[in-house]
């Protein structure tokens, strides 16, 4: 149960929501409320104020702008998955919502949420990585964008400052023959991932691979991208050597998580298997 006190505001706009968040620096904002209600039972999260983002629709919208897919921060991990253009040009985000903890947490948690609390073991950090999405925010001072790769600093660490809040995530649409694919070992009972991968690969005329992105989550204590892998597989045909040889510098460079659910050696190795099975069948979406 969560015993401490806190006020509690349920603004109609977003502006509302950056005022209200600024009246107190100890204000917590608050969208699904599976990331901070835990907190706050567990005593390691005192927030005296709560800013309730729920009654702000145009936060719930998934639409096309201009070449790309934008998801409202408070999107559902359901409502991602379930989405028909999602599906179609930007699978790997549809599987990796859809694939978030049990029924109940996806008809309720967010996207903004999930990244805003930069869990390391979340799954929606892979695709967001792999897509070059950019997070777009409001604060006091205005709008701003920050991109994927300078979003995520450290275990729940984001570029996000205290006064600011997630609008929305644009989402590049993949051009040409592209095919993108996010796969995971999850943990039996959370569902968090262990290690989640998350491709897009895009491929020339001749077959020959253009572009490749891989996006890691659960190996390290923060989101990345697997540089040495896609180096290694643009210009290869994307054929099972290529895939084998790419895959197996997805952990380069990276200092690997260690639990009691898993060593370190264990999760790179897991980033390695996963690596390979996502851009198998990124690269089969891409040649149709």
């Known amino acids: 149960m969560i015993t401490q006190t806190f006020t509690f505001d349920r603004p109609a706009t977003i502006e509302e929501a950056v005022t209200s968040l600024g009246r107190s620096p100890e204000a917590k904002v608050i969208a699904g409320g599976h990331s901070l209600i835990p907190l706050m039972k567990l005593g390691l999260a005192d927030p005296r104020q ?17 070449g790309a897919i934008v998801v409202g921060a408070l999107a559902t991990h359901r409502s991602i998955a379930d989405h028909a253009a999602i599906n179609k040009t930007l699978a790997a985000l549809a599987e990796a919502a859809g694939a978030v903890g049990d029924l109940q947490v996806r008809s309720r948690g967010t996207i903004g949420g999930s990244l805003a609390h930069a869990d390391p073991a979340a799954d929606e950090p892979a695709p967001t990585l792999a897509f070059d999405a950019t997070i777009r925010v409001i604060g ?31 989402f590049p649409s993949p051009v040409g023959r592209s095919g993108s694919a996010y796969v995971k070992f999850p943990h039996p009972a959370s569902r968090f991932a262990i290690v989640g991968v998350a491709a ?7 077959g020959t691979v253009e572009r490749a992105a891989i996006g890691v989550t659960g190996a390290s204590a923060t989101p990345f991208r697997a540089s040495a892998a896609e180096r290694a597989l643009v210009g290869s045909r994307g054929d099972a050597s290529a895939i084998v040889a790419a895959a197996a510098k997805a952990a380069e460079g990276t200092t690997g998580l260690a639990d009691l659910v898993a060593s370190a050696e264990f999760r790179q190795h ?3 298997v996963y690596a390979r099975r996502a851009l198998e069948l990124a690269i089969e979406r891409a040649k149709g």
Do not use: H, Y
């Open 270 to 272: 897991l980033v390695t």
């Open 200 to 206: 897009v690969v895009s491929l020339k005329g001749d």
């Open 50 to 66: 709560l800013v309730d983002l729920g009654r702000i629709r145009q936060l719930r919208e998934i639409k096309s702008e201009s």
């Open 140 to 170: 006091p001072k205005g709008r701003r964008e920050i991109q994927s790769r300078d979003f995520f600093k450290g275990p729940f660490e984001t570029a996000l400052a205290a006064n600011e809040i997630v609008t929305d995530v644009r």
